[in-house]
């Protein structure tokens, strides 16, 4: 469900604060940017966001929407999140509970997933080799069940070949 945009005023001032800080100044094209940014529950590239604002302001350029999605990384709002394909994706950081991903190399979809299982067993690990963690990403990639039922009798990758990614959202950019 979309959220309405009073919602999302905590968030703003969050990035309003990060702005002045850095010295910048609050742009009607920065607002929007990261207005759509917040409307959108997804992995987005920077070139995906960009079809997003484009669609509603024709004047803001790719590098401003890479800009401003940089210093949403700085101020926590969004956090960056690699799914093997060269790309870099951004998801909601803020209020978001940690996950981790499973990326279908026939489809492009991710599914995000939580463990608190696997998440004692990482920090038991850690603590085994006295390696203090500071953040992980836990990725596996592999064939979705739909895909698998779509395609039965389909190759699968040598082991240890580097996954062939082609990450799939619902943004058609
Ligand atoms: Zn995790
Ligand atoms: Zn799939
Ligand atoms: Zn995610």
């Given amino acids: 469900m979309a959220k309405r945009d009073h919602e999302f005023e905590e968030e703003k001032e969050i990035f309003r604060e990060h702005i002045q800080k850095a010295g910048l100044r609050r742009t009607a094209q920065r607002d929007l940017i990261l207005d759509i940014f917040l409307r959108t529950e997804e992995h987005l590239t920077s070139e995906d966001l960009y079809f997003l604002v484009h669609r509603e302001d024709p004047s803001v350029g790719h590098t401003t929407v890479y800009r401003t999605l940089k210093l949403l990384t700085e101020a926590g709002l969004a956090r960056e999140v ?27 979809k991710v599914l995000e997933f939580f463990s608190p299982q696997i998440e004692d067993l990482q920090d038991q690990m850690a603590d085994k080799f006295g390696f203090r963690p500071t953040h ?4 596996l990639w592999g064939v979705c069940a739909e895909c698998q039922t779509a395609h039965m009798d389909s190759p699968t990758a040598p082991s240890g070949a580097q996954p062939r990614v082609k990450v799939r959202t619902n943004v058609s950019a």
């Fill in 136 to 139: 992980h990403s836990l990725r």
């Fill in 82 to 108: 690699r799914f093997g394909d060269n790309k870099t994706y951004y998801e909601h950081h803020f209020k978001h509970e940690h996950h981790d991903h499973m990326i279908c190399t026939e489809c492009g």
